[in-house]
C-alpha cells in the first residue's frame, strides 16, 4: 500500500488549500474490513496532532477540534482518493500532513496507523 499527498503549499493566513491523498495498493470500495483513511499533522517540535479522518465504508467523519468548522475530508472510492479541504488557514496551521491508513476499530471512525505517506508542507504566513 502506498500513500502519496500532493496540494501543501503556502498560503496567507484567512487562505484556502485542498490536500489530496491518493492511495494505490489499496481498493478502498471492496473490503470486507472497516476501513479508514486520515490526515495528521506535525510542526517542528510538536507531537503529532491527528486533524481528521473517514470511514471508508459509510463515509463516517471525525474532526480535532481545531479543524471543525474549518476543514472538511471527503473520499472519492472510485479515484481511491481522500482530499481535505482547509479554510480559514491560520499560522499554528502550519506543519507537514500526512496521510494515514488502516482498519478502524470498532467504536472508532478513525483508522489505525497501518501505512502512512511521505507527508506534504503547509505554510500559512500571518
Known amino acids: 500500500v502506498q500513500l502519496v499527498e500532493s496540494g501543501g503549499g503556502l498560503v496567507q493566513a484567512g487562505g484556502s488549500l485542498r490536500l489530496s491523498c491518493v492511495a494505490s495498493g489499496f481498493t478502498f470500495g471492496f473490503t470486507s474490513d472497516d476501513y479508514g483513511i486520515g490526515w495528521f499533522r506535525q510542526a517542528p517540535g510538536k507531537d503529532p496532532e491527528g486533524v481528521s479522518c473517514i470511514k471508508l465504508r459509510d463515509g463516517t467523519t471525525h474532526y480535532s477540534d481545531p479543524a471543525k468548522g474549518r476543514f472538511t475530508i471527503s473520499s472519492d472510492n472510485a479515484k481511491n482518493t481522500v482530499d481535505l479541504q482547509m479554510n480559514r488557514l491560520a499560522p499554528e496551521d502550519t506543519a507537514v500532513y500526512h496521510c494515514?491508513?488502516?482498519?478502524?476499530?470498532?467504536?472508532?471512525?478513525?483508522?489505525?496507523?497501518?501505512?502512512w505517506g511521505q507527508g506534504t508542507q503547509v505554510t500559512v504566513s500571518s
Open positions: 494515514i491508513a488502516g482498519k478502524v476499530p470498532t467504536g472508532s471512525s478513525c483508522p489505525f496507523t497501518e501505512y
